[in-house]
């Protein structure tokens, strides 16, 4: 089976999020199901100078108003597609905006032509050897690769005959790409792509919503989270149609790439280690002490890696830290998002000198590093589609303690009675977003690290884990085969 993948980043040619991870992850974890997936991106500076000199294999004179042309590549030995269109993406700056933080005012233009050129070349635009070469079906993740689905449904390649089945995975359903109704007439869809049914929302266009109303099949990366966005609450006003799509709707658990995620062969770190030499994790801690300047003893060392944003209940970590430092505990935190987050948690480091520490942006071997070196891994989000930071800290033996909400809550077994006593517990949950509950669950977390047996024990609990591809690659070659059936 043929699969196009399109998405706006992939490990590890362009990522600002798990968003990349997952889309870098799929082609390794669906070869072995019989499926060979073709990864479509965007082509930015960063991703044509990676592919070097690539082969063009397909060109448009105008796509959806500028001249565009398609090199064929690969991406970690598997296929890739580049949709080269300087007009779109040649730019300083982030993938969705310029290097002051704004996003770019032609997004809607932007992803609007990855969709269309996806759709072109599912349905046979490229011609090989004399021939189409054309796919079973398409899979778009999140919003920027949404209208796909709306080109395949509204204006098919070759007409009825290009028709070809997709799905769309929802990462994170906060954002949605809506964009005013002005920019309708340059999409190139029909006047009947115009409706509730199709691409408009309220009053404008809401690409994701295009996606989830034209797709064959929606699926989110957690099932708790796919349960979750049926409410108001999750549903970011879009829980109506995922309420009425009903069975179309399916929640698949992201996975990790294990050969990377591996702290017995990471290179990264100062001290190898494995779930049967778990007293090599203290090198490892004691070198992630010296990198953060944080003061060296024996209590807790618990860990952030986030976007510092209101999702990931940035604003509730701040409130607790006073608490965190009086149970004896210290924090390492590497992020980046809202400013004035970013300012607080500066002013905390700098009242609790040597127990708090701070790092802005972003640094992979570094979250590996302190996925080796921390204690704890604090996740208190809102909302989480799937976290891919709580799968790290199971398989580094990096306890994490998590909000009960969407894949935190389907991939971490809480340190209740029942669960030590069964010795299957992996982490802590806590209801809640807000200081009582967060408070209590650092509480109860110290209470379990300073009990040192039953602490290891979770701690190889988490990394006995299987959050491999393994199981979700089987999931998504099944829901392949039975939209292509």
């Not at 830290?321 to 149970?327: I, M, N, P, S, T």
């Not at 809202?338 to 009242?351: F, K, N, T, V």
């Not at 590996?368 to 070196?373: D, F, I, K, L, T």
Request: aromatic fraction near 8%.
């Amino acid at each position: 089976m043929k699969v196009l993948s399109v998405a706006s980043e992939a490990v590890p040619l362009v990522k600002t999020g798990g968003l990349a991870d997952v889309v870098g992850a799929l082609p390794a974890a669906l070869a072995g199901h019989g499926v060979e997936m073709t990864t479509l991106l965007p082509g930015y500076p960063s991703v044509l100078k990676a592919i070097g000199r690539a082969r063009s294999v397909h060109a448009w004179d105008l796509l959806l108003g500028v001249p565009a042309r398609l090199l064929s590549g690969k991406i970690d030995g598997y296929p890739l597609l580049v949709l080269d269109a300087p007009a779109l993406y040649a730019r300083d700056g982030a993938p969705y905006a310029d290097v002051a933080g704004q996003d770019w005012g032609d997004n809607w233009q932007r992803f609007s032509a990855l969709g269309r050129a996806a759709a072109d070349i599912a349905g046979g635009a490229m011609v090989a050897r004399g021939k189409p070469r054309r796919f079973d079906l398409v899979h778009a993740h999140d919003w920027q690769a949404a209208m796909a689905p709306a080109y395949l449904h509204f204006a098919p390649f070759g007409g009825e005959a290009g028709r070809v089945p997709s799905i769309v995975t929802i990462h994170n359903m906060a954002f949605q790409g809506w964009f005013g109704a002005e920019v309708f007439p340059r999409l190139g869809l029909p006047r009947e792509a115009w409706s509730i049914d199709g691409v408009e929302y309220h009053g404008g266009l809401g690409m994701l919503k295009a996606g989830l109303a034209c797709a064959d099949a929606v699926t989110t990366v957690s099932p708790t989270y796919a349960r979750e966005i049926r409410s108001a609450a999750f549903g970011m006003g879009l829980e109506g149609l995922i309420v009425a799509r009903g069975r179309a709707v399916s929640g698949i658990l992201n996975g990790i790439d294990t050969g990377l995620w591996d702290p017995s062969r990471d290179p990264t770190l100062a001290a190898p280690y494995e779930a049967k030499k778990l007293e090599r994790r203290t090198a490892n801690k004691r070198a992630l002490e010296a990198e953060f300047g944080l003061e060296i003893d024996e209590g807790p060392l618990f860990i952030v890696v986030t976007r510092l944003t209101w999702q990931k209940g940035m604003d509730v970590l701040l409130e607790v830290l006073d608490h965190l430092v009086g149970l004896g505990g210290r924090l390492a935190l590497l992020g980046s998002g809202d400013s004035a987050i970013e300012q607080a948690l500066h002013q905390a480091a700098a009242r609790h000198p040597g127990r708090i520490a701070v790092r802005i942006g972003y640094d992979e071997a570094l979250s590996h590093r302190m996925q080796g070196g921390g204690d704890a891994i604090l996740v208190p989000s809102r909302f989480e589609p799937c976290g891919l930071t709580q799968l790290y800290g199971l398989a580094y033996g990096c306890v994490p303690v998590v909000a009960r909400t969407g894949g935190l809550a389907d991939t971490v077994i809480d340190a209740n009675p029942a669960a030590l006593a069964a010795g299957v517990a992996t982490g802590v949950q806590f209801d809640g977003i807000h200081y009582d509950a967060f408070a209590a669950a650092l509480t109860r977390t110290v209470d379990l690290y300073n009990r040192a047996e039953q602490w290891r024990t979770i701690q190889k609990n988490a990394m006995k884990c299987d959050f491999s591809w393994k199981a979700s690659g089987q999931a998504y070659a099944d829901l392949y085969r039975a939209l292509t059936a």
